[in-house]
């Protein structure tokens, strides 16, 4: 069976490679308005989201990451970083930081359906999109309070996930799918 949805479900991709260009404004809106549409627990909607187009900051935040990867074990780092030109954001022109409420169990979940949202919507609009993870170690060094100040996560919200956006410069081949991870219990 297949449709205009599931095939869109099927074609995205993580993008590890931008062009330079901006997405413009139109993509830009339509992109927060299917993220701000997406469902929560209790609609609590304990997100809040930051468009980061300015890549000064981001290079800052890369900085930072790779300092605190740096002082973990090689076993423990991510194989990317054996790259020194891996840059955690990979360049993109547009990052959305999706900072989440505390105390609510459903946060990090709720920020996983916004975030999938919000790849899909690009990936509506021909654009490629790379969900990350990664920059939450900018949040444990010495410089997380001034990232969450430049970054405008309302007072004691904290970083859930990121996604950056922008025209892929990559092509990428279907993740493998893992065997086993369905069953059916009739
Ligand atoms: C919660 C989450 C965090 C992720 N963090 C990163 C990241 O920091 N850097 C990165 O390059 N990819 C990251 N990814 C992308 C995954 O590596 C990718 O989704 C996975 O390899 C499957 O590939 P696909 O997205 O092309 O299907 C993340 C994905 C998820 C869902």
Known sequence: MSNDTLRLISARRSHRAYESTPINEEQLNAILQAAVESPSAVNRQPWHFT????????????????????????????????DSKFHVFYHAPTVI???????????PIDGGIAVENIALAAESLGLGSVILGMPRDAFAGEKADAFRQALRFPQGWDFVIAIAVGVPADTKDAHIVKEDRISFVD
């Open 97 to 107: 930081f999706i900072s989440g409420m505390p105390d609510n169990p459903y946060t």
């Open 51 to 82: 468009v980061v187009r300015n890549q000064g900051l981001l290079d800052e935040m890369n900085k930072a990451v790779w300092e605190q990867m740096m002082k973990r074990d090689t076993e423990k780092r991510s194989p990317r970083f054996a």
